[in-house]
């Protein structure tokens, strides 16, 4: 059965540090998305991304956040210059955007971000 | 007033149990709705989704009542391995999924 992918697994880096956190979505996929989850708190949405654009984003998602479908197949979140807070569980997810059926996201593992 | 408001639980429950929890959303005009199961320190996988009719999908139940904006879940016949935090989830028309925090249950042998 086809899945998001998504590395690192885990990623530790210095507040102020640039981390890129890629992901590979189901392949027949046209819509991709970013959410994170801090520790005990509840998945949040980041952004969405549609034909090499940002269709949609959150108040989180401000100017040290950027998205990138690089080439065909990854799709990567860039966090410029980290702080403590964005530590999370990053959660990449991708949907066919069927025109006439319930549009379901698959998520992938998720990259766990922690910042010192 | 939050998006989606569940009841955190933890719901107990001794194997074979039936238990049922529910969800509220503020959006009307949200589109489809979701259960997603999250073990922990995973990532949320779907379990089914929430048509207006309600949907069954062998032990677990789904209803939606839209004049009312709330949503449930009913697990029959509850297996350990049922024991995780169920996500309910809003899809507005913008496509971006909106999650509560989730309702814990745990199946006891």
């Known amino acids: 059965e086809p899945e998001v992918t998504q590395t690192p697994s885990h990623q530790v880096t210095q507040m102020g540090q640039e981390v890129i956190l890629r992901c590979v979505p189901i392949?027949?996929?046209?819509?991709f998305y970013w959410y994170r989850q801090i520790l005990g708190q509840k998945v949040e949405f980041l952004v969405s991304f549609y034909n090499n654009e940002i269709s949609e984003k959150s108040e989180i998602f401000d100017d040290q956040f950027s998205v990138e479908r690089p080439d065909g197949s990854n799709f990567t979140l860039k966090i410029r210059s980290t702080k403590l807070e964005d530590s999370a569980m990053y959660f990449c997810?991708?949907?066919?955007?069927?025109?006439?059926?319930?549009?379901?996201?698959?998520f992938g593992p998720g990259t766990r971000l922690t910042v010192l | 007033r939050k998006e989606v408001e569940q009841d955190p639980g933890p719901f107990n429950v001794p194997e074979g149990a039936t238990v049922a929890f529910n969800c509220t959303y503020s959006n009307s005009a949200s589109q489809s709705f979701f259960w997603y199961r999250q073990d922990c320190r995973k990532e949320p996988k779907l379990l089914m989704s929430v048509y207006s009719s309600g949907n069954e999908d062998g032990r677990f139940t789904a209803q939606l009542n839209r004049a009312s904006q709330y949503i449930s879940l009913l697990i029959r016949d509850s297996k350990l391995s049922d024991s995780a935090t169920y996500l309910c989830?809003?899809?507005?028309?913008?496509?971006?999924?909106?999650f509560g925090a989730g309702t814990t249950v745990t199946v006891r042998a």
């Open positions: 392949s027949n996929h046209l819509y």
């Open positions: 989830v809003v899809q507005s028309n913008d496509y971006k999924l909106s």
């Open positions: 997810a991708s949907s066919e955007m069927a025109a006439e059926a319930v549009d379901t996201q698959y």
